[in-house]
């Protein structure tokens, strides 16, 4: 991405929405200057010590990778562990070089073309400690995520008449949720996925979703409706699965960010598995949910 295409289109794009003030422009080109390459060459001062996160070839805003980055013959030099720190700090050591590497590695490969100098410096400063990747698992994630505000499947969650028969497991009413709807094909047990979300209950969106697999002038819809259509139109049959993916807060003027939406678009970007059928375009979409809270919708009732 040029100086020039960031200026144009996500900083213009931004400012229909929000003041941004000559200052913070020149803060966000500074940053941008510190993490990205460009045609090859990078963008960032690689000499500066302080600056360990190199970037990757930034390809588009979908797919990047990054290393840690070390100055040439700079070695790293750890606490020795028989010294006298406390032990609890000294315990910690490898465990927190472990996740911070692992944190600002994109990948195992990456790390593990990193991992020998840091490993070499905890043998040297006592520490019999493997280094692995070890990235947070999804799960965990989703954990830390949901834990205070996920319910398990209540009496409340559903109202359908047969627990059995609700489309969400039981969870049919939960609002403000990410979803995720699997398609497969009885031909040939292909599988499509797409994420959504929704502010209001599941079961109104899985309405409108139904709505849009049964009439043809909504076929345009969803990404997740076109291909229900392309599907009949070829008689191909087919069935559909929900699943509950998280729970995040939608925008309030008090948070003024949208969880919401950023829980979806974190779906998109970093587990495209999940959402084969999403446009890359809903990534730069803006939050409907910030926009009811503007003045200049609100009705007077
Ligand atoms: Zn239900
Ligand atoms: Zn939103």
Redesign the pocket.
Same mark, same amino acid.
């Given at each position: 991405m040029t100086a020039k295409l960031l200026n144009k289109a996500p900083l213009d794009f931004a400012s229909n929405f929000n003041t941004i003030t000559p200052f913070e422009k020149h803060v966000i080109f500074q940053a941008k200057k510190t993490m990205l390459f460009n045609a090859k060459s990078t963008w960032c001062k690689r000499t500066d010590p302080s600056f360990e996160v190199t970037m990757g070839s930034f390809d588009g805003t979908e797919t990047w990778t990054y290393k840690p980055y070390l100055k040439p013959n700079n070695t790293p030099l750890y606490v020795h562990k028989q010294s006298n720190h406390p032990p609890l700090i000294i315990r910690n050591i490898p465990e927190s070089i472990n996740r911070r590497l692992t944190n600002i590695s994109s990948n195992e490969t990456t790390f593990n073309t990193t991992a020998p100098v840091y490993q070499e410096a905890l043998l040297k400063s006592g520490y019999g400690y493997h280094l692995r990747y070890k990235p947070q698992s999804p799960n965990t994630r989703q954990h830390i995520l949901t834990k205070h505000n996920l319910q398990p499947a209540t009496q409340n969650n %559903? +109202? %359908?008449r047969a627990?059995t028969q %609700?489309? /969400?497991e039981? +969870? %049919? /009413?939960a609002n403000t949720i990410v979803y995720q709807a699997t398609v497969t094909r009885h031909d040939n047990n292909k599988e499509e996925s797409y994420i959504g979300l929704t502010e209001n209950t599941f079961?109104t969106r899985y309405t409108a979703h139904k709505s849009s697999f049964n009439h043809k002038d909504k076929r345009n819809a969803t990404t997740l409706s076109e291909y229900i259509w392309k599907l009949k139109d070829t008689n191909v049959e087919h069935t559909v699965k929900w699943k509950l993916i998280s729970k995040a807060r939608a925008y309030t003027t008090s948070s003024k960010t949208c969880n919401l939406c950023l829980e979806e678009k974190f779906f998109i970007i970093h587990k495209p598995s999940l959402a084969t059928l999403n446009k890359r375009n809903e990534l730069i979409s803006s939050c409907r949910h910030r926009n009811k809270h503007l003045l200049c919708n609100y009705s007077n009732r």
């Open positions: %559903c +109202n %359908c627990q %609700c489309p /969400l039981g +969870n %049919c /009413l079961k």
